[in-house]
């Protein structure tokens, strides 16, 4: 199946550095989602994007909508140590609005 | 808020068993997912449902069933466990429609089985 492909796979970074983290898919999609897992616990949306372009911001994280509707990034600037989990982007693929597909995931650990 | 809720956080079967995870949400969304989560392979969608009575495969259907009976709850049934279904088990809601793509999930039923 439709799989999306997150860079990078894993980050260790100080406390108050800015990060950046991308997806990529080979299908246009219609709307892109960005969602953070804690450890032990189920994802939850930080940021939803749903036209091509469209930069949004969620307190001191921000994500982009690519113009080509293939790719996002998510950035989080002055990274502090709860920042620390999974980050998943996420999308259903154009004409299939049902069926929401994940990424592999970015594992971020903040070093204090 | 949207609430999801998976009726068992730990479970430990045994090979063989039927096996029965159950999830709630109460928001009245239409769709509900089922998803299972490993290292290094995000989450995978095992089957969805847009309405009652309605199921779809998603991309893992082999070796699970579902059934959605009413609107709220949606149950993820392994007919017989084996232990390569040892995983992470996340149910998701949404609602409808092109803005209802946001997902809700619950909290995660970690499934061991031995």
């Known amino acids: 199946g439709q799989q999306l492909n997150q860079s990078p796979q894993s980050m260790f970074i100080q406390e108050g550095e800015d990060v950046s983290m991308n997806c990529t898919s080979s299908?246009?999609?219609?709307?892109w989602l960005w969602y953070k897992q804690d450890p032990g616990e189920g994802p939850v949306l930080l940021i939803a994007?749903?036209?091509?372009?469209e930069l949004t911001s969620n307190g001191r994280l921000t994500a982009q909508f690519g113009i080509t509707r293939k790719d996002s990034f998510l950035n989080i600037s002055a990274s502090i140590p709860s920042d620390v989990g999974i980050y998943f982007c996420?999308?259903?693929?154009?004409?299939?609005?049902?069926?929401?597909?994940f990424g592999t995931g970015t594992k971020l650990q903040v070093i204090p | 808020d949207v609430k999801v809720t998976q009726s068992s956080r730990y479970l430990v079967k045994r090979t063989g068993e039927k096996v029965f995870l159950e999830c709630v949400q109460d928001?009245?969304?239409?769709?509900m997912f089922w998803y299972r989560q490993d290292p290094g392979l995000g989450l995978r969608l095992i089957y969805f449902?847009?309405?009652?009575?309605?199921?779809e495969k998603g991309d893992i259907p082999e070796g699970y069933s579902v059934s959605r009976e009413k609107k709220e709850r949606f149950s993820l049934i392994l007919e017989s466990a084996s232990t390569n279904q040892t995983s992470m088990y996340l149910c998701?809601?949404?609602?409808?429609?092109?803005?209802?793509?946001?997902?809700?999930f619950g909290e995660g039923s970690w499934l061991t089985v031995v």
């Open positions: 449902s847009y309405d009652v009575k309605m199921k």
């Open positions: 998701a809601s949404s609602l409808k429609g092109a803005r209802g793509n946001t997902i809700y």
């Open positions: 928001m009245d969304h239409e769709n």
């Open positions: 996420a999308g259903p693929p154009l004409g299939g609005y049902q069926k929401v597909t």
């Open positions: 299908s246009i999609f219609n709307t």
């Open positions: 994007l749903y036209k091509a372009g």
